[in-house]
């Protein structure tokens, strides 16, 4: 008899349990609607803005031209994922297949910098397969660090550059001809500055900080040569010096290089203040919903664990 | 308690305010101590019911805490705990300008006893933190989810 009773209060106690998972599903389910709600209601917005805003071209900065230079260089290499990539893209009746929607881009469009020096050199040492490298944002891709990065950013800066403390001679003097981090240097589109991985971050710290690290730049070959106690992980000259991470030095007349950073040259938007904080709040948004959609995965589980233990018993 | 959003925030520059374009406020608010109860309670409750492996055969080189996290992860098909995750990342923030910063850190601590210590944190947090405590944290660290591992495909069976 008091068996019978300890198996009704087992079914009793996993029909319970059953209920809870149940109502945590609905739950979630509720906040993931008023999640997308909200997500719409602002894209909405950012949208009239578009459809009855004045940005024309001559307003945009010269940047285009640079632009096109990178894609036309990428589109060169024909037989590389990369100029396949790009062809894609470019064209109307391929541009939404459904790879797209993993892949970030193309190493070499991905940032822009502000000389023709620093675009140089720098394509030429992260070299050309790094630069034709299509960049995906599941884990493996953006995410697959050696060393991640763990240190803070520049506050307020609308870049979000890495807070890297500057090179220093045991004096505590910076070396003469440091100009900044390579990292830092780059500059990236809004949408590539946060929420672009899993993990909420931008393409700064992950992607360009796993290819370039701790990557100095000097104005010239010597200066940085007089750096060479505070390089730690390679630096770079404008004049073409070079000194991988690995130590190897590379000081002689630059390679010709195939394929560059674009280069951003002042940029003149006609963006209200709030736009681009709005953009970062829907990518925020739709990035919770993600992480929403996980909490349903993670009960989901649960509760078909239970419904397969409640049958067992059953049977 | 609604989140402010930076458009309605007061010390925007009278100026600039007037170029902004008009928003609407989000009707989610997702810090709320109510919604972040229930989502821990859920997320502890699954994290206990993942068994810790009980077979552990290879050494695992690494280089940082979070890389060897990121292995342990891939080789046992499992998430680690937020908790762990977020230890972690300070042991690597720990790193940063020190002396040894650039040596290999399986030179300084040995695998097996890094990888021995991250099971045992990962035991402790699985078993014995209150979801109420972990709510918490979340409430103090907007982006916890950064720390909040996906679900493995392989863990399907792993509960």
């Given at each position: 008899?008091?068996?019978?009773?300890?198996?009704?209060?087992?079914?009793?106690?996993?029909?319970?349990?059953?209920?809870?998972?149940?109502?945590?599903?609905?739950?979630?389910?509720?906040?993931?609607?008023?999640?997308?709600?909200?997500?719409?209601?602002?894209?909405?917005?950012?949208?009239?803005?578009?459809?009855?805003?004045?940005?024309?071209?001559?307003?945009?900065?010269?940047?285009?031209?640079?632009?096109?230079?990178?894609?036309?260089?990428?589109?060169?290499?024909?037989?590389?994922?990369?100029?396949?990539?790009?062809?894609?893209?470019?064209?109307?009746?391929?541009?939404?297949?459904?790879?797209?929607?993993?892949?970030?881009?193309?190493?070499?469009t991905l940032a822009r910098v502000e000389s023709d020096e620093l675009s140089r050199i720098l394509s030429e040492y992260l070299g050309l397969q790094t630069m034709l490298a299509i960049v995906c944002s599941t884990n493996e891709g953006v995410n697959a660090l050696e060393k991640p990065y763990v240190g803070g950013f520049v506050a307020n800066d609308?870049?979000?550059?890495?807070?890297?403390?500057?090179?220093?001679f045991p004096n505590e003097e910076c070396p003469a001809g440091f100009i900044d981090y390579a990292v830092n240097m780059l500059y990236l589109e809004s949408n590539n500055l946060s929420f672009v991985t899993s993990s909420g971050h931008g393409l700064r710290e992950t992607?360009?900080?796993g290819l370039l690290s701790g990557l100095q730049?000097?104005?010239?070959?010597?200066?940085?040569?007089?750096?060479?106690?505070?390089?730690?992980?390679?630096?770079?000259?404008?004049?073409?010096?070079?000194?991988?991470?690995?130590?190897?030095?590379?000081?002689?007349?630059?390679?010709d290089v195939e394929v560059k950073f674009g280069i951003v040259s002042g940029r003149s938007g006609v963006v209200p203040p709030n736009y681009s904080q709005a953009e970062e709040v829907v990518r925020r948004l739709k990035w919770e919903s993600t992480k929403l959609a996980e909490d349903i995965q993670r009960e989901q589980q649960l509760l078909d664990h239970l419904k397969a233990k409640s049958a067992d018993k059953v049977a | 308690m609604k989140r402010s959003f930076p458009w309605d925030e007061p010390g925007q520059n009278p100026d600039s305010s007037s170029n902004n374009i008009p928003l609407p406020i989000p009707s989610i608010d997702l810090t709320s101590q109510d919604i972040l109860i229930r989502r821990a309670e859920m997320y502890q409750e699954y994290m206990k019911q993942i068994p810790i492996p009980s077979q552990r055969g290879s050494v695992i080189p690494f280089n940082s805490w979070m890389g060897l996290g990121k292995s342990i992860k891939q080789l046992y098909g499992q998430p680690l705990h937020y908790l762990t995750n977020v230890i972690l990342k300070q042991w690597d923030q720990l790193r940063l300008n020190s002396k040894d910063e650039y040596k290999p850190l399986d030179n300084l601590i040995h695998p097996t006893k890094a990888e021995a210590t991250i099971w045992l944190m990962e035991e402790v947090h699985r078993q014995t933190s209150s979801h109420f405590q972990i709510a918490e944290l979340w409430k103090l660290d907007p982006m916890y989810n950064c720390s909040v591992d996906a679900i493995f495909p392989t863990s399907e069976n792993v509960l």
């Open positions: 008899m008091s068996k019978l009773n300890q198996n009704d209060a087992n079914h009793e106690s996993i029909k319970n349990e059953i209920k809870k998972h149940e109502d945590n599903l609905k739950f979630l389910n509720s906040q993931s609607n008023r999640l997308a709600e909200s997500i719409l209601d602002l894209q909405v917005s950012l949208g009239r803005y578009h459809s009855c805003s004045v940005i024309t071209p001559d307003n945009e900065s010269g940047s285009s031209n640079t632009e096109d230079d990178t894609a036309e260089q990428i589109l060169k290499k024909e037989n590389s994922a990369a100029g396949i990539f790009c062809w894609l893209k470019a064209n109307a009746q391929t541009s939404n297949l459904a790879l797209e929607k993993d892949a970030v881009g193309v190493v070499a609308p870049q979000k550059k890495l807070a890297i403390p500057k090179p220093r992607l360009f900080y730049v000097y104005r010239t070959r010597n200066e940085m040569m007089s750096a060479l106690p505070c390089i730690d992980e390679g630096a770079v000259s404008l004049d073409g010096g070079m000194i991988k991470k690995n130590g190897m030095f590379v000081l002689g007349s630059r390679k | -």
